[in-house]
């Protein structure tokens, strides 16, 4: 190529002269004609970029993998699947129903128409704050088992006090148990007139309360209960036993008269004087009640005891709520809880027909021979399975 191909245009004298001396050089020295080199093509031109899209949301936080299983037991082999977890406990929540349970003897009987004045006036309070359950009325006094709301047992308690100044003074004892769920509130509000305010078919001049026990505070019992010399008379009814009872380890030693009704009380005592004479008597029952009369009726016939439970079972469990004290089992009520115990407690009794631990009544299953409650467990109920004998028939 020449040069004014290479320069584009007509090339002037000078460059002309010195394009024909290089090239003569050139030769003169040997060397090779260098090689044009092509340019190298212009690059493309880039598209122009695409619109960002939006951006999309950000995922949720993805949940915690599972832990991993663990290893296999080796005496299980490594196919052998890892036990489920237990489900966790469940919440127990505070309810709204409230449970009162007291009792009062009156200072000086009252006359039959002061005791219907009474009843009409108990009933009109439980309507008016909502109460239910049984209030039983005598002229000797007062026994109730009633439920509510908090504010309403505590305000028909103060009530009371304006229907009768001269027995509710302040110094009854009355047993509240707070945040019960609502099936337990009792059905219906019964308030009648009745001969005791527990039926022992003893009077007044048969046992009058005088004469009755000391009242030992629940720490002052379970103290009591450890002396060896000592004897303690449960004065429950022989189904009430059967789940809870005392029974301090190297103790006093326990008695029960095994009855079915309180009224079998008074013979009892009567057979057993011997057994109780010389004896530190120790007595107790469910909130107290029963052996105001019992102890009374123990004095009169010669055997004067050193002490009944103050408060009951009920107050016992109070202070001994854990571990239970010297108590054993449960504790029978006559609400809808049914029964009750310390936190840590066993079952001491047993279903009547298989024989499997078992502590609740349920299902009226009564002894066919004197129709008092017997234990029969859930599986034998559903089975329908006749009901056994009590422990007193068989």
């Known amino acids: 190529m020449d040069l004014a191909a290479r320069l584009g245009r007509p090339p002037t004298d000078g460059e002309a002269a010195a394009y024909r001396a290089t090239r003569a050089a050139r030769k003169s020295n040997g060397e090779p004609r260098a090689k044009r080199r092509r340019p190298a093509p212009a690059p493309a031109p880039e598209p122009a970029p695409a619109p960002a899209p939006a951006p999309e949301p950000a995922p949720p936080p993805a949940a915690a993998p599972p832990p991993p299983p663990p290893a296999a037991d080796a005496d299980r082999g490594p196919t052998a699947a890892a036990p489920p977890p237990p489900p966790p406990p469940r919440p127990t929540e505070a309810g709204p129903t409230t449970l009162v349970l007291f009792y009062a003897y009156r200072p000086t009987k009252a006359s039959d128409r002061e005791t219907t004045k009474a009843v009409a006036a108990c009933h009109a309070a439980m309507q008016k704050h909502g109460v239910t359950g049984r209030l039983r009325v005598a002229r000797e006094g007062y026994n109730a088992t009633l439920t509510s709301t908090y504010e309403g047992s505590r305000a028909f308690c103060e009530d009371l006090s304006r229907i009768d100044a001269e027995t509710f003074d302040g110094s009854v004892d009355f047993k509240f148990v707070d945040h019960l769920p609502q099936s337990h509130l009792m059905k219906g509000a019964k308030c009648w007139k009745v001969e005791e305010i527990v039926t022992y078919g003893i009077t007044e001049k048969d046992a009058p309360l005088h004469k009755g026990a000391n009242h030992l505070s629940p720490s002052e019992f379970h103290e009591a209960l450890e002396d060896p010399s000592a004897v303690v008379i449960d004065v429950r009814n022989a189904n009430e036993t059967l789940i809870g009872r005392f029974a301090p380890p190297g103790g006093a030693e326990y008695i029960d008269p095994q009855m079915r009704r309180s009224t079998e009380f ?32 123990l ?88 009901s056994p004998k009590c422990h007193l028939c068989t």
Request: hydrophobic share 30%; net charge positive.
């Open 299 to 386: 004095a009169r016939e010669g055997i004067r005891p050193h002490g009944q439970l103050e408060g009951g079972i009920h107050r016992y469990l109070e202070q001994y709520p854990d571990e239970g004290g010297h108590w054993v089992g449960k504790n029978y009520v006559f609400d809808r809880r049914f029964a009750h115990g310390a936190a840590k407690h066993d079952v001491v009794s047993r279903c009547g027909i298989c024989s499997i631990p078992w502590d609740r009544y349920q299902a009226g299953a009564k002894c066919p021979s004197c129709s008092m409650e017997v234990l029969v467990c859930r599986t034998c109920q559903r089975a329908k399975k006749a």
């Open 266 to 297: 008074p013979e009892w005592v009567r057979r057993n004087k011997a057994k109780l004479e010389g004896k530190k008597v120790l007595m107790y029952c469910t909130g107290g009640v029963r052996c105001e009369r019992a102890s009374a009726f």
